[in-house]
């Protein structure tokens, strides 16, 4: 069986495109944990999850998983002197944080044709999934037998407030991820290169620009 022989011009375009797609996502993901420390001391706002989400909706859930684990992980560290190590619970994190990467990625086709408030509402969903995850498993393997249906029922209900102020957080920022898209776009062609990513992100980008150099309302 022939395999299809590379030209040495589509290696080097492969490589440019791996280098700058490692590159979008490095400072993504930077972004997500440098603001996510700036309001650490604001109860259960952050902005890595969205960083995730946006990073495997762009290049796919290779690049969306190297940003769960490198995210989850670097954050752990930063928190560790202010909250103290969350020992087992990182795992779980990271469980949330690599399903929602492998949900982006999967389904990035229907995700981009999603309205603002369609968005927010998966962010929101995703916020809530992810507090039921860390907190129960946090709460049975650290107090293990003892913990109890009752208790767990309650400890949901006593973190109603944190979970909406996460929730409420998380449906801003989701809902703006077709503007960051279309950020990200237009820096990639403002430097002449082609679109790396989605074709579905390059039509909604050029019929924007499109709209407003004829003066329509978006």
Wanted: with cysteine; aromatic share 14%.
């Amino acid at each position: 069986m022939n395999k299809r022989k590379i030209s040495p011009k589509q290696q080097e375009t492969d490589r440019i495109q791996s280098i700058l797609k490692m590159s979008v996502t490095a400072a993504l993901a930077s972004l997500g944990i440098i603001l996510s420390a700036i309001v650490i001391f604001f109860p259960n706002i952050e902005f890595i999850s969205v960083s995730i989400f946006l990073i495997a909706l762009l290049f796919g859930i290779e690049y969306g998983f190297l940003a769960a684990i490198s995210i989850a992980v670097v954050y752990e560290f930063l928190v560790i002197p202010i909250y103290g190590s969350g020992g087992f619970l990182i795992l779980f994190k990271l469980l949330c944080y690599i399903a929602l990467a492998i949900v982006a990625g999967l389904g990035k086709k229907l995700f981009v044709k999603l309205s603002f408030w369609e968005l927010g509402v998966f962010g929101a969903t995703f916020a809530l999934f992810y507090d039921v995850i860390t907190t129960l498993f946090g709460q049975i393997i650290v107090l293990q037998q003892s913990v109890t249906p009752t208790y767990l029922i309650s400890l949901l209900i006593w973190g109603i407030p944190f979970t909406l102020s996460h929730m409420i957080g998380n449906f801003i920022l989701f809902s703006l991820t077709k503007t960051l898209i279309n950020w990200v776009v237009a820096a990639f062609r403002f430097r002449g290169i082609k679109l790396l990513m989605l074709p579905q992100l390059s039509d909604s980008s050029e019929n924007v620009k499109t709209n407003n150099v004829k003066g329509d309302v978006v």
